[in-house]
């Protein structure tokens, strides 16, 4: 089984700054992408950024030059550096790891629980 904790969450004004990380723990041989989404009060889950095996990244372009994905494969530790914080990227942060291959040979998605981001005006 694949678990994946975030941590890093809270409360800051607009203009700061916070970074989250999200550690994969398990059986794992190999994760595919990893990535950050989030969900606002009243609104549909949203990709924020993602990044695969090998470093490509990808991001929503609302948080394009603001917010930095990155990736240390050897940990299976994913973070997000956000900077210029708005009170609009107040939401629920969720983790996210594609096509894990585990020890069984399968390979599967999995989410975190999420962790609370506030940014007030």
Do not use: H
């Not at 291959?101 to 998605?109: E, G, K, V, Y």
């Amino acid at each position: 089984q694949v678990q994946l904790v975030e941590s890093g969450g809270g409360l800051v004004e607009a203009g700061g700054s916070l970074r989250l990380s999200c550690a994969a723990s398990g059986r794992i041989f190999r994760i595919n992408a990893m990535g950050w989404y989030r969900q606002a009060p009243g609104k549909q889950r949203e990709l924020v950024a993602t990044i695969t095996s090998g470093s490509m990244t990808n991001y929503a372009d609302s948080v394009k030059g603001r917010f930095t994905i990155s990736r240390d494969n050897t940990k299976n530790t994913v973070y997000l550096q956000m900077n210029s914080l708005k009170p609009e990227d107040t939401a629920v942060y969720y983790c996210n790891a594609e096509k894990v291959l585990t020890s069984d040979l399968r390979a599967m998605d999995y989410w975190g629980k999420g962790t609370l981001i506030t940014v007030s005006s």
